[in-house]
């Protein structure tokens, strides 16, 4: 059965960091471009970062460029998002998601399959 399942949320505080995991199960995500997506309260969900298939390119949203960093660790079978200086407007649901190819991609049509989310709580 194909799943992900994010990890690693929590309560930080304004300026903290934190650390997101996003575990994969019954495919390979190194086949796959790996996108994060956010979701704050009441608002449309929106990619944050996107890694290709095969590590050459990655996307970042400009609201966290130089601030967030995804990676992936085949072996592990699990992409990360590195999350530093948060703001409390990134308050939010955070999804990880395979896209159905191996190219970056911030359309949420082009991702079949879709963690549950892990909370992501900035305040102080």
């Known amino acids: 059965q194909l799943q992900l399942v994010e990890s690693g949320g929590g309560l930080v505080q304004p300026g903290g960091s934190l650390r997101l995991s996003c575990a994969a199960s019954?495919?390979?995500?190194?086949?796959?471009?790996i996108s994060w997506f956010r979701q704050a309260p009441g608002k449309d969900r929106k990619g944050v970062s996107c890694?290709?298939?095969?590590?050459?390119?990655?996307y970042y949203a400009d609201s966290v460029k130089d601030r967030f960093t995804i990676s992936r660790d085949n072996a592990k079978n699990t992409v990360y998002l590195q999350m530093t200086s948060v703001k409390p407007e990134e308050t939010a649901v955070y999804y990880c998601?395979?896209?159905?190819?191996?190219?970056?991609?911030?359309?949420?049509?082009?991702?079949?399959?879709w963690g549950q989310g892990t909370q992501v709580t900035v305040s102080s």
């Open positions: 998601a395979a896209a159905r190819s191996g190219v970056v991609s911030t359309k949420i049509a082009d991702f079949g399959s």
């Open positions: 019954g495919f390979n995500l190194g086949d796959n471009a």
């Open positions: 890694i290709s298939r095969d590590d050459g390119r990655r």
